[in-house]
């Protein structure tokens, strides 16, 4: 199994369980599969390990068999929620420390290499950056996300995580923020770091939409004297461009990647796999300024991901985001219940149903209880 899934997906789905209604079964099942997931931190290498046989949870492989020489951040980096709140409710503090001492091993790297920002690769022999390519799509996005919301789940109180995240935003501003010259602020898919500045794509992944709603929650909860002008303005742009990708396409469903050029948006990847980026940062923007556009915004993605992709049992990957009906897979992940729908419902419920001041979700959007100061 991959470490990274299976920690964000199921051990944060059974500890969330737990957290909303004290069922003990959740905890028990939570601590047996924490205790074998557990065996990935502990295999002598320097990072978490990549796979674990959960039958044999010390058969373990340190990176995947397809790039032996490198770790991916966020799978290195997304983990430290789960297993704090694992520790929280346990009273077992060796799940938390494991989490912890990775996290900020890759902290303390960014920081000593003065690079806030950090690459999207981990060199596996050794604490180093394996890349200087710098992103906000796969292999590194929940890493940064796990930044802010460790702050904020730690009541606000752990300064390391913010100055992290802050040092690493504003890097992400200069590297990956774009404008189109439709006037479209978006987020590039990767940067390389050359002599004369960052060289960007034009292209923005989907999954790069939720840089919106952590924007936006960093501009709500972080105290004004730490929080930046230009966090909400750009939460509020992204997520503008990001709304666009589905609202031009003839099945109102955005594609997995486009780019943006000459005032147009052209899908690049065309499909549609259910992802919920673009609803979670609808979701924290509404929560965050009460603007009723995004209820709406929402609302308009929901009926088509309804109309186009609902199937006999569930829903379906949509193959062409360009063609009416779209042609399906039969295919649905587990984000689409974790997230996708999750965050299409709650934008349209009242603000106390899971309040921000007192739930921080994870990156599959499992709600866990802020851990407040005592
Ligand atoms: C989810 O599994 C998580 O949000 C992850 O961090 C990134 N990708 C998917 C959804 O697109």
Known sequence: MSFFETTI????????????SKHKPFL??????????????N??????????????????EATPSWRTWSCALSDIGSNVMEFTYLSEATGERKYKDAA??????????SKSTSKPLAPMF???????????????AAYA???????????LLSGRQDRYYLDTWKGAMSQMRDALVRESSGGLTYVATNAEPGTLGWHATSRMDHLSCFVGGMLALGAHFVPA?????????????????????YHQTPSGLAAEVNTFYSGKIFPEESHYRLRPETLESLFYLHRVTGDEVYRDMSWEIFQAINKSCRAKFGFAKALSTSRMPPPLEDSQETFMGAETL????????????????????????HPFPVHLPS
């Open 28 to 41: 028990d099942k939570a601590r047996d599969l924490g205790d074998r997931l557990l065996h990935a931190f």
């Open 342 to 365: 999750k965050y299409a419902l709650l934008i349209h419920m009242p603000s106390e149903v899971l309040p921000l001041e007192h739930f921080v979700f994870n990156t599959e959007a």
């Open 43 to 60: 295999h002598g290498g320097v990072w978490v390990a990549a796979y674990i046989s959960l039958q044999n949870p010390k058969d373990l």
């Open 225 to 245: 004297q730490d929080a930046e002008t230009w966090w909400l303005p750009t939460a509020k742009a992204i997520t503008k461009a990001c709304y666009a990708t």
């Open 141 to 151: 996005d929940s890493y940064f996300e796990y930044l802010l919301k460790m702050y």
């Open 100 to 109: 912890e001492a990775n996290m900020r091993k890759i902290m303390d790297l």
């Open 9 to 20: 997906r199921a051990l944060a789905g059974l500890l969330s369980g737990y957290a909303l």
């Open 122 to 136: 981990l060199d596996a022999r050794g604490a180093n950056f394996a890349t200087g390519t710098v992103s906000m």
